[in-house]
């Protein structure tokens, strides 16, 4: 096995261990499935985030291998919490249905600032992130900023973009 394949291994782990939080212990988030979401400003962090002026953010996950299941979305507006603790930190998440490989979220009312989306295919529709025996991701993964994690999982920052007074659109190539 080559350098790179190690790393590919390792990553892929520690986005299941980061992965695997969101679901609380083992137990499924309670996510609604719909194609927008409103974000509740008291869930945003105030520091770097102007609560007053808000904005519009599009998300369109690519790549997904097939139809099945639904593709699950995570808001983040700070590193709290990056990139597992979805409930707790998470600005907004939900699940919505893919069409053609392509799956599309909207997120509304978002304060202009800074954030980071990871997202899943939940291709069994379990709400877990189901892993090989070598617990190796068996379905999708992508991060904003298309960042392709390399040891663990990428950092905020990494993954970071900004919401200004233009609607905001992104696109997220699925890894598997």
Known sequence: MTNAHH???IATLAFVALAGRAVEAGKPLDMPV??????EASRVPREGHNLGATGELTVVLK????DKGLARLALFGSQTGWPGEWSASGVAYGATRIEKGVARMVFTGVPHGSYAI???HDENNNGVTDSNFLGVPS?????SN???PLISSPKFKEARFEIGPKPGAIEIRMIY
């Not at 790549?63 to 097939?66: A, D």
């Open 7 to 9: 790393r590919a291994i």
């Open 34 to 39: 719909t194609n927008t979401l409103r974000i």
């Open 63 to 66: 790549g997904l291998r097939n």
């Open 118 to 120: 990871i997202a899943y």
């Open 139 to 143: 379905e999708g993964y992508g991060f």
């Open 146 to 148: 298309n960042v392709k």
